[in-house]
């Protein structure tokens, strides 16, 4: 019994003093290197600070190759090769916040002829240029990850230090172009202003159902007729499905080969008919003359339609689109599966 207790503790010190040497093999020679390059140990370096509002110019480079360019016209940010994509301000303003300020973990100085290799900075992982208002321009060079610590090393292009960057100033712009883009938005649709739901599958079951003139009982039509109420549990639940509606990402601004998405004869077609009340000065909701079951009078409804496209699917659901636009989406593929699939949330 002494013996299993002595072999267990020796087997405990030789685990920690593995420990120990594993961490002297990689933290001893970063130490000896900071000591002769003259690397600076700080909790926090202050590389740059730029004022987001004075940025004209943003391109980000991975491996050499541009991967998004935006410049700002009469206030407005734009694509230089297409300018009429609408971008979206907010993400823009995101990116450009982010440099204010440029941190860094640690700096050291470049010595003559140094080779940058040893850092991934000869070909840069990712390079970012910015051109401000006032003619001043920044590049940062990104190489490879800082060991232990994390973080990037990375360079200025305005002078000779070499930086170990924070994780951040990497990720924050490793972004695709298209995240650029300003999505559209999908209506907030109440459930209880739905007049008509169609779902016409290429393959699967259809449904089809509108709702009567009393406002609160429903007859489907396919995939085989039968009435329900609107407050019906099942029912609410299904017209619950068609409301919130919401894109993931866009896959394409003004696509002119919608067949690469499935989208040229879509495996799926779905028509939400509903209605929004035009409140009128003086009268509240539920009160007007003439007003229904669901408190909104003929006069002060608004009838709209959305139909939506549905294509094939991908790595982050299906590719989406409505009837009428050119511009492709990825929806999620629990949303587009509750639409698509109604014979199998509702017992009909």
Known sequence: MRRKKKNGIMLLVLCVVLAGA?????????????????????????????????????????????????????????????KEVPLDSDVIAGLLDSLDPVRASREFKMTEGQDLSQYGLETPAMTIQIDCDNGKSIQYDLGETVPISGGYYGSSASGNLIYCLDESMYSTFDIEKNSLIRME???????????????????????????????????????????????????????????????????????????????KE??????????????????????????????????????????LCIGDSCEEGYYVCRKDSSNVYIMAEDMVKNMTEVDGHFSM
Do not use: C
């Open 22 to 82: 594993v961490l002297l093999y990689y933290f001893l020679p970063q130490r000896m290197e900071d000591k002769e390059t003259g690397m600076e140990e700080t909790e926090s370096i202050i590389v740059d600070q730029i004022d987001s509002t004075s940025v004209s110019s943003l391109e980000v480079k991975k491996e050499g190759k541009v991967i998004y360019s935006i410049q700002k016209i009469s206030g407005s940010w734009q694509f230089p090769d297409d």
């Open 185 to 263: 938005e999908l209506p907030e649709i109440d459930a209880s202003r739905i007049t008509y739901l169609k779902v016409e599958n290429k393959k699967g079951t259809d449904f089809e159902a509108a709702v009567g003139e009393d406002g609160r009982t429903w007859e489907a039509s396919r995939p085989e007729k039968r009435k329900m109420k609107e407050e019906d549990t099942e029912w609410e639940t299904v017209r619950g499905y068609f409301t919130s509606l919401v894109y993931d990402s866009i896959a394409e601004y003004h696509s002119t080969n919608l067949d690469r998405y499935g989208l």
């Open 266 to 307: 879509p495996s799926a077609v779905i028509t939400i008919k509903y209605y929004e009340q035009e409140k009128e000065s003086g009268d509240s909701e539920g009160t007007a003359s003439g007003a229904g079951a669901h408190g909104a009078a003929e006069e002060e409804r608004v009838y709209h339609t959305l139909q």
